[in-house]
C-alpha cells in the first residue's frame, strides 16, 4: 500500500477535521482515511437510494394504472354481456392508452 502524504487542506478544512479527530479520539490521519471512506461509501448509499427511488416511481405508475382501470371497469360494468377480456377492443385501447401515457418500460 501506497500512502501520499501531500496532502493540502484550507485552515477551515483544517480546523474541521482535527476536531472530528479529537472527538472521535483518534490521529490526523486516521480521521481523513475515516472520513474518505465516509464520502466513499456514502456516495454507494446514495446510488443505492435513486435506485429505490426510480423503482418505487414504477410501483406508483403501476398502482395508478390499476387505480384508472378499476374505475374503467365499474363505470362499464354490464353482467348481461360478459365477453372475453383479450378479446375486447375497448379493454386493449385502454391498456395502449394507459401504457403510452403513464408507462415507460
Do not use: W
Amino acid at each position: 500500500m501506497k500512502t501520499d502524504k501531500h496532502i493540502y487542506f484550507s485552515n477551515e478544512e483544517y480546523a474541521r477535521i482535527k476536531d472530528y479527530a479529537s472527538c472521535n479520539n483518534i490521529s490526523f490521519s486516521k480521521a481523513v482515511c475515516n472520513l474518505c471512506v465516509s464520502a466513499l461509501n456514502g456516495n454507494d448509499i446514495l446510488d443505492r437510494i435513486n435506485k429505490l427511488d426510480k423503482g418505487i416511481e414504477y410501483i406508483i405508475k403501476k398502482q395508478k394504472v390499476i387505480y384508472l382501470l378499476e374505475e374503467q371497469i365499474y363505470s362499464d360494468m354490464d353482467f348481461e354481456n360478459v365477453t372475453n377480456p383479450k378479446k375486447s377492443k375497448s379493454l386493449n385501447e385502454f391498456n395502449k392508452r394507459i401504457r403510452n401515457t403513464y408507462l415507460n418500460d
